[in-house]
């Protein structure tokens, strides 16, 4: 027999295998299919972890680092992914994005499902040194994946270097170093002809 509490748990855990069906416009580092939000969550949990010393803040909690990775982009099962440079699905994206969370972390118990929704909202407001460097690989991930790719994402959808700058910007607030790589990475991609000036 199941207690309610592990039912909340575990009827939560199935909701959230549907992020595997969640297609991002980034492309996986070979370029042959479209990354899921369950990939990129992972993916930049680890990178969080990986990368610590990189943090500005040498304080930087990590393992809260880690789970606001994990769970940034959970509510999209509902509210969809909304591509980072397209300025009308971004209208709606607050509104989409509250209804979801409401509904997905309401499956939890109470305090696991205010401790990840206080979490998610956290990670979207970056405000605090843990948002932004978990923002940060949030940022960092599908320039690793474009370049890796040769542009795919950016030159499917005409997107500049000037567009991506501003959309890593506050990289430099949390992370210099991997800013300044960032940066770099994005001049090799313009001189390979991965990405338009």
């Given amino acids: 027999m199941v207690n309610e509490r592990l039912k909340k748990q575990l009827d939560f855990i199935l909701e959230v295998d549907k992020t595997k069906n969640i297609f991002r416009r980034s492309l996986i580092h070979d370029g042959s299919r479209r990354e899921n939000d369950a990939e990129h969550s992972w993916h930049i949990a680890l990178m969080a972890f990986l990368f610590s010393e990189y943090s500005k803040d040498s304080d930087v909690d990590i393992l809260k680092v880690m789970k606001m990775c994990l769970i940034h982009d959970i509510i999209e099962i509902d509210a969809g992914d909304t591509f980072c440079y397209d300025e009308l699905g971004r209208l709606d994206k607050l509104e ?13 118990p109470d305090d696991q499902g205010k401790e990840l929704r206080e979490l998610w909202e956290e990670f979207d407001a ?29 030159q499917e959808y005409n997107i500049k270097k000037s567009q991506v700058l501003e959309r890593i910007n506050h990289i430099s607030d949390s992370a210099p170093e991997l800013y300044e790589f960032a940066v770099s990475l994005l001049d090799k991609a313009i001189e390979q002809g991965y990405l338009p000036e």
């Fill in 126 to 154: 970056m405000e605090t040194p843990e948002a932004k460097y978990a923002a940060a690989f949030d940022r960092l991930e599908p320039i690793l994946l474009n370049y890796a790719n040769k542009g795919g994402t950016w």
């Fill in 96 to 108: 989409r994005e509250q209804k979801a969370a409401d509904r997905i972390f309401g499956l939890l």
